[in-house]
């Protein structure tokens, strides 16, 4: 029978046989295991136990390497594991007590100073006392990395500019010692200006983490191969991230400069040579986008992401049957990528194949994909990305009141919500098409249904007719198609049309949600968009 968690018990189990059986054999060998060794062996039987719920076992097994490893190196390392299993029964104080009874010139003492320090902070919310033992381990030894340690925990309390502060430092001794490369500290850094929104430091940083970087692969002339292509990953990780800003302030050439040298210095840096399709995307270089896309195809990286941008490409080409070719072979390596499945759809419907009825036995890509989907993952029924895709395909085939009834499984999610709710809108509003399904539909179901369809279908013929002269229905920057009035200003919010939907949160949206609630609330299935 297979139950929740058994087959997690049986693992932990053969696993605790197998320790207690090396642990026999280490007290009888002749070549018996380090004490290091030993200790692991101790540790490992108490996790596994207390893992089981054996916590009378774990404890004794504690005490037993307490005894044996007294006055040793690995004497830490069991008063460490001591004092999890005391945090896991909820003991904090007495966790505390064993951590701070490790000594300064032991070597563990640091690990057990950051285990004080992350009591304090998740389980006493005590901000300043984690703050001060990291303090106090930079007090005792002042290092590049325990102005890390620091700098990394100003960061977890959100304060950056502390955290720039003991960075800064841990650089001037790096630099001072001549140990080490300053490239990663400057680079982090420049990560800590950007999540602080100061983008200009940001850019500065990166720069001069390049130039040290640069300076540091001219060094390395005769090195080992394996030491400069790992220094060539770094210069190109840095060059990736200045092409990234670059392009977010729209310095385009910059952008296209930065990508080119991470390439140079590493050939196969996929997320520079995704991130280069994807601006040549952009600018509509789709020649230049194709041949990015083969080269990750040819060193076989991101092939899921390269195989998409070129189905788009080849879309955009107007190429539909190169398109439904790369977008059948991702949908067939995983029926579940709905965004795949959603762009077939688009795609079969463009290129006039939504339903094939040329080869009579024969079923259309999006039919055959949509019961792969389905077959393939018993949480496809559950899935928001499955009903949209679905309901996408209703709505094409003309089968509106089941697309309505798909849509509106998706319509709460967040990441297929908002489409959802747009392609609802916009059936709704199709007010002849959907008004006669749902007349048609009028003499089936039970009587409840029957009335839900009555008043919809009344609603909808309805809308056009009830609308004064001059009024028809369009866009509004609410981002919902209501009424237009001759001024070119909506009916109901007062705000002017747009080409475009707008974002769903901004203000004005909402605002022109909140004045369309009392129309939308007639119409059954359709919820009040942002109210």
């Known amino acids: 029978m297979k139950l929740p968690g058994v087959k997690k018990v049986r693992k932990y189990q ?144 959100q304060q950056p500019n502390m955290a720039v502060e003991k960075f800064k430092r841990a650089k001037e001794l790096e630099d001072t010692s001549g140990k080490g490369s300053g490239t990663n500290l400057a680079a982090k850094i420049g990560q800590v ?46 060059c990736s991230e200045l092409a990234k800003h670059m392009e977010s302030t729209k310095n385009y050439t910059e952008s296209l400069r930065f990508y080119g040298e991470a390439l140079k210095h590493d050939e196969k840096h996929a997320d520079a040579m995704l991130s280069l399709a994807r601006l040549h995307m952009d600018r509509d270089e789709l020649e230049d986008a194709k041949k990015q896309c083969s080269a990750l195809l040819k ?117 297929w919500g908002c489409k959802a709710i747009t392609q609802m809108i916009e059936i709704y509003l199709d007010t002849d098409e959907v008004g006669e399904e749902l007349l048609k539909g009028l003499s089936s179901g039970t009587e409840r249904e029957r009335n839900r369809k009555t008043s919809q279908a009344t609603t909808l013929c309805s809308l056009r007719a009830a609308l004064p002269a001059g009024v028809t229905l369009s866009y509004c920057q609410a981002g919902l198609i209501m009424f237009r009035t001759d001024k070119g200003l909506c009916g109901e919010c007062g705000l002017s049309f747009s080409t475009s939907w707008p974002v769903l949160s901004s203000p004005a949206t909402q605002a022109g949600n909140r004045s369309h609630t009392s129309l939308l609330a007639r119409i059954d299935g359709v919820p009040p968009v942002g109210c």
């Open 299 to 415: 060193f076989d990286l991101e092939v899921e992401a390269a195989t998409m941008m070129l189905a788009d490409i080849m879309f955009r080409s107007n190429e539909f049957d190169e398109a439904i070719k790369y977008f059948a072979q991702i949908l067939e390596r995983n029926p579940n990528n709905y965004k795949a499945l959603e762009q077939l759809i688009l795609l079969v419907r463009r290129a006039g194949r939504l339903l094939d009825t040329k080869k009579k036995g024969r079923m259309s890509e999006a039919t055959r994909f949509l019961k792969l989907a389905e077959r393939s993952s018993a949480r496809a029924s559950f899935d928001a990305g499955f009903h949209y895709c679905k309901g996408l395909f209703c709505r094409y085939s003309r089968n509106l009141t089941e697309a309505l009834e798909e849509l509106n499984q998706a319509r709460k999610d967040g990441e």
């Open 193 to 238: 200006h950007k999540l602080a929104g100061k983008f200009e430091l940001y850019k500065d940083s990166l720069m001069l983490a390049r130039e040290e970087q640069l300076k540091i692969l001219g060094r390395m002339r005769g090195e080992a191969s394996s030491l400069v292509r790992q220094q060539r990953t770094l210069a190109a990780n840095i």
């Open 14 to 157: 053969e696993r605790l046989e197998r320790l207690a059986k090396i642990q026999l054999e280490a007290s009888t060998a002749r070549n018996a295991p380090s004490q290091d060794q030993r200790a692991s062996i101790f540790i490992h039987l108490a996790k596994v136990q207390n893992e089981l719920g054996q916590t009378h076992e774990a404890s004794k097994t504690v005490q037993d390497a307490k005894g044996e490893f007294h006055g040793t190196p690995s004497h830490a390392q069991i008063i460490l594991l001591d004092s999890e299993l005391a945090l896991k029964r909820g003991d904090i104080q007495s966790a505390l007590i064993l951590l701070k009874g490790i000594s300064s010139d032991s070597p563990y003492f640091v690990k057990a100073k950051i285990a004080v320090a992350n009591i304090h902070l998740n389980h006493r919310h005590n901000k300043k006392l984690y703050l001060r033992c990291y303090e106090e381990l930079v007090e005792r030894n002042e290092t590049v990395s325990t102005l890390c340690m620091l700098a990394d925990a100003y960061l977890r309390l």
